[in-house]
T-cell receptor
C-alpha cells in the first residue's frame, strides 16, 4: 500500500526565515511525486511534478527536490502570501496496475510579517 | 470560464434530501476525478472517469452516485447522506489518467 507522511504538521516562520517541508513516501513503483498548495476553503493548486531521484524544480521562492524515499519543499525568504497548506502526493507507475494519487495530510505553513 | 469550475460552492442539505454537485473542466482533459476532503484527513479519492468511462470506485457508499455524460462534465448525485459526509468535495481533471491533476475550488457540503 502506498503511503505518504508529511512533516511537520504545522510550521510558523517569520518573514524571510527560510525552511524546508518534508514528504516521506513508500510506493512500489513511483511514476511521479506532486506538490500542491491549498489555501483555506479552496482547491489544491498545482506546483510541481518530480519524476526521478535527483530531480529539482523551482518556482519563485519554492524549490522541490526528490530522493528515492522523500521529497523536500524548500522555501527561501518566505513572505506572508506563502502561508497555505502544502500537500504532497505520489502516483504509482502503470506496472503496478494502480493509478490513483495517494496524498499526505499536508503541512500548514504560516508566515508572519 | 477557465480551468475547473464547481457548483454550487456551498451546500446545506438534510439527510433526506437529494442534491447534485456539478463539475466542468475547460482544459480539454480526458480524465476527471471526485475527491473528498474531511477536516485533518488526507484527500480521499472517490471516483475516476477516463473518456466518460468509470475506471475506479474507491469503495464509495451507494448514497454517492457519479455521472459523466462527456469528458468535460462530471456530476455527483447525493441522496440520504449522513452528517459524517459533511466535507469539501473536490473535482479534478487531467489530460490522461497518469498525468498531473488540476483541481476545482470545491463544494463545501454540510449535512444536517
Amino acid at each position: 500500500e502506498d503511503q505518504v507522511t508529511q512533516s511537520p504538521e504545522a510550521l510558523r516562520l517569520q518573514e524571510g526565515e527560510s525552511s524546508s517541508l518534508n514528504c516521506s513516501y513508500t510506493v512500489s513503483g513511483l511514476r511521479g511525486l506532486f506538490w500542491y498548495r491549498q489555501d483555506p476553503g479552496k482547491g489544491p493548486e498545482f506546483l510541481f511534478t518530480l519524476y526521478s531521484a535527483g530531480e529539482e524544480k523551482e518556482k519563485e521562492r519554492l524549490k522541490a527536490t526528490l530522493t528515492k524515499k522523500e521529497s523536500f519543499l524548500h522555501i527561501t525568504a518566505p513572505k506572508p502570501e506563502d502561508s497555505a497548506t502544502y500537500l504532497c502526493a505520489v502516483q504509482p507507475n502503470m506496472d503496478t496496475g494502480r493509478r490513483a494519487l495517494t496524498f499526505g495530510s499536508g503541512t500548514r505553513l504560516q508566515v508572519q510579517p | 470560464e477557465t480551468g475547473v469550475t464547481q457548483t454550487p460552492r456551498h451546500l446545506v442539505m438534510g439527510m433526506t434530501n437529494k442534491k447534485s454537485l456539478k463539475c466542468e473542466q475547460h482544459l480539454g482533459h480526458n480524465a476527471m476525478y471526485w475527491y473528498k476532503q474531511s477536516a485533518k484527513k488526507p484527500l480521499e479519492l472517490m471516483f475516476v472517469y477516463n473518456f466518460k468511462e468509470q475506471t475506479e470506485n474507491n469503495s464509495v457508499p451507494s448514497r454517492f452516485s457519479p455521472e459523466c455524460p462527456n469528458s468535460s462534465h462530471l456530476f455527483l448525485h447525493l441522496h440520504t447522506l449522513q452528517p459524517e459526509d459533511s466535507a469539501l468535495y473536490l473535482c479534478a481533471s487531467s489530460p490522461g489518467q497518469q498525468e498531473t491533476q488540476y483541481f476545482g475550488p470545491g463544494t463545501r457540503l454540510l449535512v444536517l
